[in-house]
């Protein structure tokens, strides 16, 4: 298997532009999240799906952010408008079970930088 | 929630034994301890869960008392390559465990 795959590897965007991240699951995993990670606060929990369909989304930072799941398959995190604070390491992690407690594999990120 | 408290930072020399506590006062008795390592410009990877006494796989040792307030993730023999951040977290494998966070974790760095 492949592995989580995230694309793209890296993003560098003016502030105001629209930012779309992707991610394929490992196969067979009913379970998505996305996050988020930088030097001041670490890794912190975006949004979860548990068989396609949104669980937790509190982590979000504001309505800027959006995410969805159209299949089992696929994710996007979108951020429109963009602002230089979403610059970070965004990751993706799939579970093969709907748990966060589960075993979490995580895809190798995309690294957004907002000017 | 239950929240977890690790040293911010380790230094370890090559062919040491490296132990890495975490504190989790308020842990629940449904919940599970999990450690994953991350090393630079990678995702985190899961290391090791237990939910009592002792867990050993191929990579590691994670020890845990019978109060399960804290637990101690051992590391035989370090070598450079096991440089990298360790975060503790702890939280229920069954549904609605939503809110686990993994926080900074321990940088552990490794010494020739």
């Known amino acids: 298997d492949a592995g989580v795959i995230q694309s793209p590897r890296h993003e560098v965007t003016e502030m105001g532009q629209e930012v779309t991240l992707r991610c394929k699951p490992i196969?067979?995993?009913?379970?998505l999240f996305w996050y988020r990670q930088t030097m001041m606060r670490g890794l912190e929990l975006l949004i979860y799906?548990?068989?396609?369909?949104?669980?937790?989304d509190s982590g979000m930072p504001e309505d800027r952010f959006s995410a969805k799941m159209p299949n089992a398959s696929f994710s996007t995190l979108k951020i429109q408008p963009s602002e230089p604070r979403d610059s970070a390491v965004y990751f993706c992690?799939?579970?093969?079970?709907?748990?966060?407690?589960?075993?979490?594999?995580f895809g190798p990120g995309t690294r957004l930088t907002v000017l | 929630l239950a929240k977890t408290t690790q040293p911010i930072s380790m230094d370890s020399y090559e062919g040491q034994e490296v132990n890495i506590t975490c504190s989790h006062n308020?842990?629940?008795?449904?919940?599970?301890i999990t450690w994953y390592q991350q090393f630079p410009s990678q995702g985190p990877r899961f290391i090791i869960q237990?939910?009592?006494t002792k867990v050993t796989n191929e990579v590691a040792s994670l020890f845990i008392p019978a109060d399960r307030k804290s637990s101690t993730l051992s590391l035989p023999r370090v070598s450079l390559s096991d440089t990298a951040v360790y975060y503790c977290?702890?939280?229920?494998?069954?549904?609605?465990?939503?809110?686990?966070?993994f926080g900074k974790g321990t940088k552990l760095s490794v010494i020739p």
């Open positions: 992690a799939s579970s093969l079970k709907g748990s966060l407690a589960n075993e979490q594999f």
């Open positions: 196969s067979g995993h009913n379970s």
């Open positions: 799906f548990n068989n396609n369909v949104p669980i937790d």
């Open positions: 308020n842990i629940a008795t449904n919940d599970y």
């Open positions: 237990g939910y009592k």
């Open positions: 977290l702890v939280g229920d494998r069954g549904a609605g465990s939503y809110q686990l966070t």
